[in-house]
């Protein structure tokens, strides 16, 4: 049988008027296609994500992603919690880069609440988006070349990952759930020796990224597993809501923190790498190169750190310091008000989104005057970005599939939340 | 912009959001009407859907609404655009699947949730939880946090689900369309034979 | 040798000295050699995986504890470990894998969610995944840190060191579903479930 592809309608029309599932007709060729059922338990998937794949020999003809093996109801449980104490969640739905989805949520609480945070806070929390971005990057590189058979870059990144995580615990205490934010601020400062780790970080980091690039870039391998497969068209993407490095490779040059800038990122100096073909390669480059602007603008932030305050001077919205809180009348009012009852949002809503190292990254609250949001939204790009696996992975071979997957840069815990 | 929402066809009033955009309430019998003409009027040229979903309110007076988050990535503005459906409507909203693609996920998970219908959508079905879930609509608020059945009986509902046993429609029509191939197709076949590939 | 666990009295055992010192030689070497080469099936959903992963990495390397292939396939594992929470939409594939894994098998429960169900007491997650396998080593921690996951391991050795092959009630018989498709009675399931402590009062929305 000679190699073409197989165009197929992949919607379908669903149920008849008589309640019937109305069946898609084979293809004309009468050749048999094999129906093949990738996890939800794959090592090749990123998580519990089942694909089922129509094949026709190795030619993936259709390819029909489930979700939902890690639906951990958060947005109900953020119903029923104050808007601090749905911080900790934010940790696990993107947990690879937990201090981002962690500011995420607090600028959206911020805006609802109408809440300036101070300059130190911004500077800082500039700092932990860019360390997550990092991260994030990191594991994707790892993982994504584990799957296409290079076994070392994964050691050397993870190395790169525990770096930052020790300044993450050093930080918050914690290596991965971090639960940074506050509304209205931080949990804690820097602590002193943070600066100085930082920067020697920055300072190494590129030697890590330019032996993986040396490792990559140029290797036969790696480019002709990886040029021209899994195009999406820029037109396509847009159409396809996709966003982040997705959008970027395709060629449309949008990226939240320059089009709609939040916490200063207007006044730092970075490039937005963006790509020309949209197969998985501009992807990989582009998010190479995004790990090369992070370290950028962390080197700028830590020169910019301003001293100050981290929380906003609001005792109705951050707690007082417990020696206050224990001695004088007013600040244990406002620490018992705060606790028990939670700091109550005003009526309306408030979606902030964000540059999440996935993609946008958006949170929505919709409040009724409570202390508790009537409904907090995730806006999730990996589920958005997901949805367009069955028409990036048409045509190609079940190996491109893996790369396309890889690619995609999936997080179950923020598809499926 | 703001002279031109009252062109929206369908369009009801506004308000302002705590963020500085602006929201559109349209009537749900006229909302692929207006989705349309927001997309493909230019000056409109909303090409980017950011975002679908709903939300209920906890006072039962107050509709449910279905949000929808339109980004203009050429002017680079935002708008939100919502249907109201009220007590007595049924959950029933037209899909904007065929104007913007990215919606297919998002519609589904609406409708997983919130049991809303988008009609025309193509393969409306549950997404986060498994197809035959028997419990309710989760983000309902009615539904309670941990569910309407015991843990026991989660666990069993959960244990014979099987969700892998149930494949979708378009994978139902790979399997079971044997019984649709023409009859010498089958013969030819069940001896083993191939047959020729048209170019 | 040196035992590092005292004998418990089983049935089968023989009284003959001679031969019980045989079947302790028997049960050391195969205990040992089941201890040391443990190949874990990383059955990784959310958080903890990464941190499992970490574990695998370079710093932390659980290579030197004899988990040196990660057995992806079921069929080819001796350890499950379930690192992450478990919705219930999982729940008939972690019984599956199970059931697909060959005796002799264990199960380490890694982090909060898979012990208890964790922060997630809501309509969509397992509370345990005891209440579907018979569980081992449980980890805690939402992560628990690499060490954690190390200490963990290295209980599962001394479990496993404190087996015995002439065992007429073997534990790690299996241990099958009910006709109702159940592991536990579901008193039981109701019962591990029940929230305790804090999350007792967090269940009023406003």
Known sequence: MSQRTV????????????????????????????????????????GVLRLVVELDGETVVRCIPHVGYLHSGFEKLGEYRHYNQIVPLTDRTDYLSPM?????????????MGIEITPRCTVLRVIACEMSRIISHMVWLGTTSIDLGAFTPFLWAFQERERIYNLQEMWTGARLTTSLTRVGGLMADIPDNFVEELREFTRTFPNTLNEIDRVLTRNAVWAGRTQGVGVMTAAEAINYSLSGPMLRASGVPYDLRKDKPYLGYETYDFDVPVGEHGDVYDRYLVRLEECHQSNRILQQALERLPDGPINVDDPRVILPPKSRAMSDMEAMIFHFKQVMEGVKAPVGEAYVGIENPKGELGNYFVSDGTAKPVRWRIRPPSFINLSALSKMAQGHLLSDLVAINASVDIVMGEVDR | MTSQIGQIPGRLREAVARDG??????????????????????????????????????????????VYFLRSLTRKADLRV???????????????????????????????????????????????????YAE?????????????????????????????????????SIAD??????????????????????? | MKRVVETKEVAGQSPNYLLAKFQELVDWAVNASRANSLW????????????????????????????????????????????????????????????????????????????????????????????????????????????????????????????????AERRRDEQPLDEQGLRLSPAEIDEVSEPFGNSVHQFRSA
């Open chain 1, 7 to 46: 165009e197929l309608e992949l919607a379908t029309p669903g149920l008849d008027p008589q309640g019937r599932p109305v069946r898609v007709p084979l293809p004309a060729d009468g050749g048999e296609h094999l129906l093949l059922n990738m996890g939800p338990q794959h090592p090749a998937t990123h």
């Open chain 1, 100 to 112: 981002a989805n962690n500011v995420g949520m607090a600028l959206a609480a911020e805006k609802l």
């Open chain 2, 21 to 66: 955009e602006t929201i559109v309430y349209v009537a749900r019998e006229r909302l692929l009407e207006a989705m349309t003409w927001l997309q493909q009027t230019p000056g409109q040229d909303y090409d980017y859907l950011v975002d679908v979903t709903a939300v209920e309110f906890r006072d039962r007076e107050r509709p449910i609404e279905v």
């Open chain 2, 82 to 132: 919502k249907v109201e459906l009220q007590a007595t409507d049924e959950l029933v909203v037209d899909s904007v699947w065929s104007l913007w693609h990215g919606a297919d996920w998002l519609e589904r998970e609406v409708y997983d949730m919130f049991g809303i219908t988008f009609r025309g959508h193509p393969d409306l079905r549950r997404i986060l939880m498994w197809e035959t």
């Open chain 2, 136 to 172: 309710g609509f989760p983000l309902r608020k009615d539904f309670p946090l941990r569910g309407r059945f015991s843990r026991a009986e989660q666990v069993r509902q959960a244990l014979n689900a099987n969700p892998e046993a149930h494949y979708s429609l378009d994978e139902l």
């Open chain 2, 177 to 199: 369309a044997w019984g649709d191939l023409p009859e010498d197709m089958r013969e030819r076949l069940k001896r083993g034979e191939r047959g020729t590939v048209p170019e």
């Open chain 3, 40 to 167: 874990p099936m990383p059955f990784g959903t959310a958080c903890c995986a990464i941190e499992f992963m970490a574990t695998a990495a370079s710093r932390y390397d659980f290579a030197r504890f004899g988990m040196e292939r990660q057995a992806f396939s079921p069929r080819q594992a001796d350890v499950l470990i379930c690192a992450g929470r478990l919705p219930f939409k999982l729940a008939p594939v972690i019984r599956r894998i199970y059931d697909q894994m060959p005796q002799p098998k264990w199960v380490i429960s890694m982090g909060a969610c898979a012990s208890t169900g964790g922060i997630f007491d809501n309509y969509a997650m397992v509370q345990g995944i005891d209440t579907i396998v018979p569980v081992d080593v449980y980890v805690p921690g939402c992560p628990p840190r690499p060490e954690g996951l190390l200490y963990g391991v290295l209980l599962l050795h001394k479990k496993i060191r404190g087996e015995s092959l002439f065992d």
